[in-house]
T-cell receptor, first 114, second 109 residues
């Protein structure tokens, strides 16, 4: 199993450009999520999905869009990149809930917006 | 919302030392996770705990549900243990995770 595959690993964008970060999992998990990681802060939830066709906002959703057309894929779209979106982004896939919750993370995308 | 606090924020140790990393949280949880992140690297799950203690190699994780506290111990530390260690909690059957800020560990040879 590949687990969680996240691409690209690095990206530089100019202010105003758009792009999509890809995330795919092969574990048939229903719950997937996107986080950003900034210096001195814990991972913050951007958007999440509890299954195909269902998405919801997390703690810091502004400037980002998501969709979940299949169980496997959960892309994150930056609509018009801003320097404040310079960060490291992680996609995660989580099984079940409660006492058996286990999270699997992608390798991360280091995004710089200039 | 659960508040997850980790201490210390940074730690430098010498190879071979016994290391303890602490995590406390404010609201009852269903599970606590210890994660490891190497510099420039991805995040790897080390342990998931709902009670008691787990051991894997040189790593031991404990949780005290009543005190809302968990510890991650590293025995016979090694430079390759240098990483950021992150504590995260999930609440009441939800898959949502709330993360601490992480603790940066440096183990010198």
């Amino acid at each position: 199993n590949a687990g969680v595959t996240q691409t690209p690993k690095f990206q530089v964008l100019k202010t105003g450009q758009s792009m999509t970060l890809q995330c795919a999992q092969d574990m048939n998990h229903e719950y997937m999520s996107w986080y950003r990681q900034d210096p001195g802060m814990g991972l913050r939830l951007i958007h999440y999905s509890v299954g195909a066709g269902i998405t919801d906002q997390g703690e810091v959703p502004n400037g980002y869009n998501v969709s979940r057309s299949t169980t496997e894929d959960f892309p994150l779209r930056l609509l018009s990149a801003a320097p404040s979106q310079t960060s490291v982004y992680f996609c995660a896939s989580t099984n079940r809930g409660g006492v058996n919750t286990e999270a699997f993370f992608g390798q991360g995308t280091r995004l710089t917006v200039v | 919302k659960n508040e997850v606090e980790q201490s210390p924020q940074n730690l430098t140790a010498q190879e071979g030392e016994f290391i303890t990393i602490n995590c406390s949280y404010s609201v009852g949880i269903s599970a606590l996770h210890w994660l490891q992140q190497h510099p420039g690297g991805g995040i790897v799950s080390l342990f998931m705990l709902s009670s008691g203690k787990k051991k894997h190699g040189r790593l031991i994780a404990t949780i005290n549900i009543q005190e809302k506290h968990s510890s991650l111990h590293i025995t016979a530390s090694h430079p390759r243990d240098s990483a950021v260690y992150i504590c995260a909690v999930s609440e009441g059957g939800s898959e949502k995770l709330v993360f601490g800020k992480g603790m940066k560990l440096t183990v010198n040879p």
